[in-house]
């Protein structure tokens, strides 16, 4: 651990949650929480979590990073994305009351992480912005479009694919099996798939999180990457949606795209760039 970090156990629901604040002993006036997506926990694929708050903090941001109930070292049982607003409540405070001076927060989420921000950012006058990559809005019907227009097609073109049917070790009964699985999937009516429980309302995952965005009067910063399916489904919804265009075209919402990235920016040069947008983003608002 940087010397410049501090773990700190703080209570939610009379449940205990774990915690590290990067950037410790200096006042500022704005900081950025990481809110972690599941199943991981706080130090994040590839150690991404870690390696941004430290560069936040290095850089004068202090950053608390966590593990809401039922992942990680904290205490519960595991909860889905849309259940976490107590937590990220619990880790603001706990956040202001270590950090002199702070003011606002930056929520910063990837995946259904930053639709568990986006749920809960306009509850939270602390929040003042938001950071959303790769969001997540599936639903089964968006998953399989996604997958019969950018696996399928994309197949048709590979080598390895016509090598293998030359060589007679191509299964058609399995390709086809598969293919008229996402076309059911394409035409079905689109369900959140992560959702544990139905949701209280007839509304889809991206209606839902759409109306969340139009709610929240923050700024917010979108990055998405060029090499995933769940970046695609995103891009996918906004082109269908009137109203996620006009959200998008705003003057509070700025994006990033890194076209190579996979969704968890596996590459080195891939997360120090998200930290890097991040860091000025932050520092501008």
Same mark, same amino acid.
């Given at each position: 651990m940087s010397k410049n970090e501090q773990a700190f156990e703080f209570e939610c629901a009379g449940e205990l949650l774990v915690g590290i604040l990067s950037?410790?002993?200096?006042?500022? !006036?704005? !900081?950025?929480?990481?809110?972690?997506?599941?199943?991981?926990?706080?130090?994040?694929?590839?150690?991404?979590? *870690?390696?941004?708050?430290?560069?936040?903090?290095?850089?004068?941001?202090?950053?608390?990073?966590? $593990?809401?109930?039922?992942?990680? $070292?904290?205490?519960?049982?595991?909860? *889905?994305?849309?259940?976490?607003?107590?937590?990220?409540?619990?880790?603001i405070d706990r956040f202001f009351d270590n950090v002199p001076g702070l003011k606002d927060v930056v929520l910063w989420g990837l995946c259904d992480a930053a639709s568990a921000a986006l749920f809960y950012a306009h509850q939270d006058a602390r929040v003042s912005a938001l950071v959303l990559l790769n969001p997540w809005v599936r639903t089964e019907q968006g998953a399989a479009r996604v997958h019969l227009r950018h696996y399928y097609l994309q197949r048709l073109f590979q080598t390895g694919l016509w090598q293998k049917v030359a060589r007679g070790e191509f299964n058609f009964r399995e390709a086809a099996a598969a293919l008229g699985k996402s076309v059911v999937g394409a035409m079905g009516r689109g369900v959140p798939s992560r959702a544990v429980e139905k949701p209280p309302t007839d509304e889809t995952l991206p209606d839902r999180m759409e109306d969340a965005l139009r709610r929240f009067q923050g700024r917010v910063v979108l990055i998405l990457s060029g090499n995933d399916h769940t970046a695609q489904e995103f891009k996918d919804v906004v082109a269908k949606s009137s109203r996620w265009r006009r959200l998008l075209a705003g003057d509070r919402v700025t994006r990033y795209d890194l076209p190579e990235a996979n969704h968890t920016f596996a590459r080195r040069d891939w997360r120090d760039q998200v930290a890097r947008w991040t860091e000025a983003w932050v520092k501008n608002l």
């Open positions: 950037g410790t002993g200096h006042p500022a !006036g704005r !900081g950025v929480l990481i809110v972690v997506g599941g199943p991981q926990y706080r130090v994040g694929s590839h150690r991404q979590f *870690t390696l941004l708050a430290r560069h936040l903090a290095e850089h004068g941001v202090p950053t608390f990073r966590f $593990d809401y109930r039922g992942m990680g $070292d904290s205490e519960g049982e595991v909860r *889905t994305f849309e259940s976490v607003g107590a937590d990220i409540r619990c880790a």
